[in-house]
T-cell receptor, first 115, second 113 residues
Framework: ETGVTQTPRHLVMGMTNKKSLKCEQHLGHNAMYWYKQSAKKPLELMFVYSLEERVENNSVPSRFSPECPNSSHLFLHLHTLQPEDSALYLC??????????????FGPGTRLTVL | SQKIEQNSEALNIQEGKTATLTCNYTNYSPAYLQWYRQDPGRGPVFLLLIRENEKEKRKERLKVTFDTTLKQSLFHITASQPADSATYLCALLLMDSSYKLIFGSGTRLLVRP
């Protein structure tokens, strides 16, 4: 285990549903990330939170809404998704600062299927 | 345009041989290059980091080289084992941001017993 957990591991939802993905890190890190991984494509960075403040929003559609209530938790709220949003959604965390190792630790991902 | 390229075809080798995976990039000036391993249904796991001023890095059976002139990194696994079968991702950490990693699409390695 990497110290980063994600729930649920699998999610099937209709285009009109609202759901949320949850990520929790137990590593004392202060930056958290959401990535999207589609088949045969590179990981796409979606959002970055550093010290609980959003520092990156990579032109992600508004149907994806992140929330970072504290440095250990990250959510991705989903609503009115499209079938092309089906993918593996990965959360990662990292320690930034003077003692940073520059290494991101990934969770196992949530496999999302939009019908 | 900026690109990171990894061989999209799977690399199929015999157990005991050395596997060599390639990562090429264009129009980036990375400060670091990292290699990750990803197994099916799981998140990537960090393996090695090499800095722009380093030519080579080793860790057990793994070796990474970084040529900023050629804009290329090679990732070697010596004495490969079936347990090494996975997808290997390279990622660049850019000089213009201390937070952002840019990933390649990965190369799948299959090690036959």
């Amino acid at each position: 285990e990497t110290g980063v957990t994600q729930t649920p591991r699998h999610l099937v939802m209709g285009m009109t549903n609202k759901k949320s993905l949850k990520c929790e890190q137990h590593l004392g890190h202060n930056a958290m990330y959401w990535y999207k991984q589609s088949a045969k494509k590179p990981l796409e960075l979606m959002f970055v939170y550093s010290l609980e403040e959003r520092v990156e929003n990579n032109s992600v559609p508004s149907r994806f809404s992140p929330e970072c209530p504290n440095s250990s938790h990250l959510f991705l709220h989903l609503h009115t998704l499209q079938p092309e949003d089906s993918a593996l959604y990965l959360c990662a965390s990292k320690r930034i600062g003077a003692s940073s190792t520059d290494t991101q630790y990934f969770g196992p991902g949530t496999r999302l299927t939009v019908l | 345009s900026q690109k990171i390229e990894q061989n999209s075809e799977a690399l199929n080798i015999q157990e005991g041989k050395t596997a060599t995976l390639t990562c090429n990039y264009t129009n980036y000036s990375p400060a670091y290059l990292q290699w990750y391993r990803q197994d099916p249904g799981r998140g990537p796991v960090f393996l090695l980091l090499i800095r722009e001023n380093e030519k080579e890095k080793r860790k057990e059976r793994l070796k990474v080289t970084f040529d900023t002139t050629l804009k290329q990194s090679l990732f070697h696994i010596t004495a490969s084992q079936p347990a090494d079968s996975a997808t290997y991702l390279c990622a660049l950490l850019l000089m213009d941001s201390s937070y952002k990693l840019i990933f390649g699409s990965g190369t799948r390695l299959l090690v036959r017993p």
